[in-house]
Nanobody, 126 residues
Framework: QVQLVESGGGLVQAGGSLRLSCAAS????????LGWFRQAPGKEREAVAV????????YYADSVKGRFTISRRNAENTVSLQMNSLKPEDTAVYYC???????????????????WGQGTQVTVSS
């Protein structure tokens, strides 16, 4: 059974940092694109950052560029999101996802058939 489990969420003050991790089990994801997405209350899910299977290509949402960094360790079947200079508008449930297609995209709809984790809450207080 394939599982993606996120961890590292929590409550942090504006300007602080958090590091999210996602551990995959049930299969290896070294040939999968991986991504982090978030959904705030009353808003649609949006892509935050995605990374190619090799780690050589990454895309970020404009709102997090320069503050967030996505990385992966294929040997450990994990993907991480380092979040610095957090803002209250970063508050959301964060999800990781794994997609078998080699096409790297920030379009959420293109990840509909991906494996998804259950999400971890990130709350940034002002």
């Amino acid at each position: 059974q394939v599982q993606l489990v996120e961890s590292g969420g929590g409550l942090v003050q504006a300007g602080g940092s958090l590091r999210l991790s996602c551990a995959a089990s049930g299969r290896t994801f070294d040939r999968h694109a991986l991504g982090w997405f978030r959904q705030a209350p009353g808003k649609e899910r949006e892509a935050v950052a995605v990374i190619s299977w090799s780690g050589g290509l990454t895309y970020y949402a404009d709102s997090v560029k320069g503050r967030f960094t996505i990385s992966r360790r294929n040997a450990e079947n994990t993907v991480s999101l380092q979040m610095n200079s957090l803002k209250p508008e970063d508050t959301a449930v964060y999800y990781c996802a794994a997609k078998s297609s080699p096409y790297l995209t920030m379009v959420v709809g293109d990840w509909n058939s991906a494996y998804w984790g259950q999400g971890t809450q990130v709350t940034v207080s002002s």
